[in-house]
C-alpha cells in the first residue's frame, strides 16, 4: 500500500478547505476530456455490496437545464416565504445556485433496486444505496477542486419534477443536481458565512462518548 | 486560492484507490491525538445550509460494544438466509465487519432538526441533511487512509437497536456504525471483488445524456 507523507496530507486538508460550494461560475467550458476524467476518479468511491447505484445524467438541452431553472425560482420564493423581517431580506441576498452560467450540469440519482451487489449490505438499511451516491458525489467534488473546477450541490428543487424533466427510469431516486465550472471568484469561507446567514460551529459539539 | 499540481492529482487518485472497506484490522490503538487530527479535517465536509448535522459517538464501553456486534451477528444471520446454494456458501465465506478487532468504534448520527443552517436548502429535500452526514464520513475515510488508517462501514445493523443501545436523542437518526484502526492486509481491490461476489462495472454504464 503507498505510504501518504506529510506534505500530502497537508494538501488534502488544504483541497477540503478550499472545496466550496461554488454558485458564481465562469462560462467558459471545461477542456476536452476533463469531465471524464473528475468522473472516473469519482467512480472509484465506496458502494454498498459493490453495487455501484450511482447514474449520472449529463443535462445538456437548453430546454431542460431552462425546466430546472424555473424549478429552482419556484421553490426558491416558496423558501424564502418561510422567513419573515431581516432573515428573509438576508435569504434574498444570498445567491443559492449558478445555473444559468455553470456549462456543466449533471443531476445524479440512485438505482433503487440495482442487480448490482446482489443486495448485500443492505437489507437492514437500504437506504445505504443514496448514501453510496453521496460518498461518489463528494469524491467527485474533491477530484473537481483538484482540478481547479468548482462545484456547486443545488438541493432546492422538487425531485418529482426534476426526474419529470429528466425522463428517467421509475427506479432512479433523484439524489442531487450539480453545477461544475471555472468559479468565477474564490473564497476560503462559505457563501453562507460570508453573508452571515450560519458560522460553523466547534468540531467538539458533534462529539459524544458512550 | 491554491493550486494542486499534477503530481497531488495523481495521489489524490491513488488515495481514492486504495480507499478500501476495511474489515481486518490490526488491535494497536491509533496514537494520542490521530484520531481528533482525521475528525477535524472530516468536520471540514460540505452540509446543507451550514448545519453540520454529524452527531460522531465514540462507542468505548465494552458492554455496548458487544451489543453491537450481537446485533451485527443476528442480522447478518438473517441476511446470509436470504440466499442459497453456492451464493448463500460464497456469502458464510466473506467477512463483512472487523468489530471485534478494530480499536476505535465510531456510530455516526444525523440531527433532523438542527437549529444550524435555520433550515436552509433543505424545504424540498429533508433528507439532504443524511447526506450532508454521509459527505463528512466519505472525507472521514480519506482523511483516515492518507494516515494509514482503514475504515470499515458496518450497515449490517438495525437502526433501532443500534439507537437504543447507545442510548441518543430521539431526533438522531442512525447513519452509520464505523470502525476504524490499522488494516492487518492491505489490499488494491475491494474484498468483494476479490471474493468474487460482485465485479467492479464499467463506469460509462453509469452516465447518460438528456
Same mark, same amino acid.
Given at each position: 500500500?503507498?505510504?501518504?507523507?506529510?506534505?500530502? /496530507?497537508?494538501?488534502?486538508?488544504?483541497?477540503?478547505?478550499?472545496? /466550496?460550494?461554488?454558485?458564481?461560475?465562469?462560462?467558459?467550458?471545461?477542456?476536452?476530456?476533463? #469531465?471524464? /476524467?473528475? #468522473?472516473?476518479?469519482?467512480?472509484?468511491?465506496?458502494?454498498?455490496?459493490?453495487?455501484?447505484?450511482?447514474?449520472?445524467?449529463?443535462?445538456?438541452?437548453? &430546454?431542460?437545464?431552462?425546466?430546472?431553472?424555473?424549478?429552482?425560482?419556484?421553490?426558491?420564493?416558496?423558501?424564502?416565504?418561510?422567513?419573515?423581517?431581516?432573515?428573509?431580506?438576508?435569504?434574498?441576498?444570498?445567491?443559492?445556485?449558478?445555473?444559468?452560467?455553470?456549462?456543466?450540469?449533471?443531476?445524479?440519482?440512485?438505482?433503487?433496486?440495482?442487480?448490482?451487489?446482489?443486495?448485500?449490505?443492505?437489507?437492514?438499511?437500504?437506504?445505504?444505496?443514496?448514501?453510496?451516491?453521496?460518498?461518489?458525489?463528494?469524491?467527485?467534488? #474533491?477530484?473537481?477542486?483538484? &482540478?481547479?473546477?468548482?462545484?456547486?450541490?443545488?438541493?432546492?428543487?422538487?425531485?418529482?419534477?426534476?426526474?419529470?424533466?429528466?425522463?428517467?427510469?421509475?427506479?432512479?431516486?433523484?439524489?442531487?443536481?450539480?453545477?461544475?465550472?471555472?468559479?468565477? &471568484?474564490?473564497?476560503?469561507?462559505?457563501?453562507?458565512?460570508?453573508?452571515?446567514?450560519?458560522? /460553523?460551529?466547534?468540531?467538539?459539539?458533534?462529539?459524544?462518548?458512550?
Amino acid at each position: 500500500m503507498p505510504e501518504f507523507n506529510a506534505d500530502f /496530507r497537508e494538501r488534502l486538508e488544504e483541497l477540503v478547505r478550499w472545496r /466550496r460550494d461554488v454558485r458564481r461560475f465562469r462560462r467558459e467550458p471545461l477542456p476536452d476530456g476533463l #469531465l471524464d /476524467r473528475i #468522473l472516473s476518479v469519482a467512480d472509484l468511491a465506496p458502494s454498498v455490496g459493490n453495487s455501484q447505484p450511482w447514474r449520472v445524467v449529463l443535462v445538456e438541452t437548453p &430546454e431542460r437545464r431552462q425546466e430546472i431553472i424555473r424549478n429552482f425560482e419556484v421553490e426558491n420564493l416558496k423558501a424564502k416565504g418561510q422567513y419573515s423581517g431581516d432573515q428573509a431580506q438576508q435569504y434574498a441576498r444570498l445567491k443559492l445556485a449558478g445555473l444559468r452560467d455553470a456549462p456543466i450540469h449533471l443531476a445524479v440519482f440512485c438505482e433503487d433496486n440495482p442487480e448490482q451487489g446482489h443486495g448485500l449490505g443492505r437489507a437492514t438499511m437500504p437506504e445505504t444505496l443514496a448514501y453510496s451516491v453521496v460518498g461518489m458525489i463528494q469524491t467527485l467534488w #474533491l477530484a473537481a477542486r483538484a &482540478e481547479g473546477v468548482g462545484l456547486g450541490w443545488v438541493s432546492i428543487l422538487r425531485p418529482e419534477d426534476v426526474t419529470a424533466t429528466l425522463d428517467v427510469r421509475d427506479s432512479w431516486r433523484f439524489i442531487a443536481y450539480l453545477c461544475l465550472g471555472y468559479p468565477e &471568484e474564490e473564497h476560503l469561507d462559505p457563501e453562507l458565512e460570508r453573508h452571515e446567514w450560519q458560522q /460553523r460551529t466547534l468540531t467538539d459539539e458533534r462529539l459524544f462518548r458512550r
